[in-house]
């Protein structure tokens, strides 16, 4: 008998389990189906569906300006706001996201642990392509809308490849020369002027060599000025195709070479080393694509205080990064509320200002009020920064990552070698 009984109760325990376990799936599916269709809602469904949320924001975290600006200034404001909470989740490298999510993924995972991530270039790349995007989320975003130029190169194209409203852009780096006024007294606005000022100024030019990221973006300045600009490279092109197109930029830095710093027998390795040749008055010019770097080293005491910065008339290359939201995000309507909030004036402003963060803004200067206008054209960022009107006239946009590598190949082919 208590065989049976024992058997009978564990009968019964099975039982139940299984009608737990129908009832949570019947629950789940509920969840689903109730769950809002956020991109096919009207904005003021997604702001009420995304109250009382938690978002992950899952981003690189090596900053502590960045970070403090996250915790301090956003996620206080989009709780008071949207009353959305904000969590950041710090991560070593952006690959590590799209790792996760791969595996999440493969493991039909469907609600993910990522609301937002911060990426851009070759991760959105590969986040496009095994369909790790949520979807095409940015015109349901009022700020995206209102305050950002979605047409322009430098937003619609991720290093080449188009968006499609698949991740949102937040912030902008910008390529400028830095040089010393005490020395230079009229920089050398396109590659023309640069290369008759390096004949008459011999051993005080130089760029770091490619693959180093700022002496990768140099090269490519030489080689939309000599052929043609940067449309040409928004196309497909076979590599047969693109090393055709590359030789009058080869010609150009040949020609340079021997009036370099040591006669272009050797380059720096890395920006690093470019800064500090500027800073002892080995070079009188440097580069690279924080526009701010400059005043910021004037505030430290590391370049001199006659440094300043310019950028080419034909403009210069601007990479735009950004936040999207995985397929599996938990949280989509609170992730859309919180992404629209970075994109508002008083955000972009903040992250503006050297006390914040200091980086450009994603959202176009021209489409601000008088008053936030005002707010902007108040922020000193010291000496050396160009205005952010200026920069964002003379944006130009990333070519497509493929391209890069094939060439600093190239140039280490036909400039480093010869």
Not at 14 to 31: K, M, R, Y
Not at 114 to 123: A, L, V
Not at 172 to 201: C, G
Not at 308 to 337: C, K, Q, W
Request: hydrophobic residues 40%; glycine residues 6%; proline residues 6%.
């Amino acid at each position: 008998m208590k065989r049976q009984s024992v058997a009978a109760g564990l009968m019964m325990i099975l039982l139940a389990a299984i009608v737990l376990s129908a009832c949570s799936s019947s629950n789940e599916d509920n969840g689903e189906a109730n769950k809002l269709d956020v991109l096919n809602a009207e904005w003021n469904q997604i702001a009420e569906e995304a109250e009382g949320q938690t978002v992950h924001l899952y981003m690189w975290g090596g900053s502590d300006s960045i970070n403090t600006y996250i915790d301090e200034w956003v996620a206080p404001r989009v709780k008071e706001q949207a009353n959305v909470k904000l969590k950041r989740v710090p991560m070593n490298d952006t690959k590590d996201i799209i790792n996760q999510l791969l595996a999440e993924k493969q493991a039909s995972k469907k609600d993910g642990s990522i609301d937002i991530m911060w990426i851009n270039g070759e991760n959105f790349k590969t986040a496009k392509e095994n369909d790790l995007l949520f979807g095409s989320f940015v015109s349901k975003l009022p700020n995206a809308n209102q305050y950002v130029d979605l047409d322009a190169p430098d937003i619609a194209n991720d290093f080449g490849l188009e968006t499609e409203g698949m991740e949102a852009p937040w912030g902008k780096a910008q390529f400028v020369f830095i040089y010393d006024e005490a020395k230079v007294a009229d920089p050398p606005t396109s590659m023309e002027a640069l290369k008759e000022w390096v004949k008459a100024n011999p051993g005080a030019f130089t760029y770091p060599a490619p693959p180093d990221f700022n002496g990768s973006a140099f090269v490519r300045h030489v080689m939309m000025e000599t052929t043609g600009g940067h449309e040409p490279y928004m196309a497909d092109l076979t590599e047969a195709e693109l090393q055709a197109m590359l030789e009058p930029t080869w010609n150009y830095l040949n020609e340079i070479e021997p009036y370099l710093w040591r006669e272009g027998k050797t380059y720096p390795e890395s920006l690093a080393k470019l800064d500090q040749m500027f800073a002892n008055g080995e070079v009188w010019m440097s580069m690279g694509y924080d526009p701010s770097r400059a005043s910021n080293l004037i505030e430290k005491g590391t370049f001199p205080e006659t440094t300043r910065t310019f950028v080419l008339d034909s403009g210069t290359l601007s990479n735009t990064h950004y936040l999207g939201i995985p397929f599996n995000a938990s949280e989509p309507a609170g992730a859309m509320v919180v992404i629209n909030e970075l994109l508002s004036p008083a955000a972009q402003i903040a992250k503006f200002d050297p006390k914040h963060w200091g980086e450009d803004m994603a959202i176009d200067p021209a489409k601000l009020s008088e008053e936030d206008a005002n707010r902007l054209a108040e922020i000193d960022r010291g000496p050396a920064t160009l205005s952010a009107e200026e920069l964002a006239s003379h944006r130009l946009p990333e070519i497509r990552s493929d391209y890069v590598s094939i060439i600093e190949e190239s140039w280490n082919e036909h400039v480093a070698k010869p």
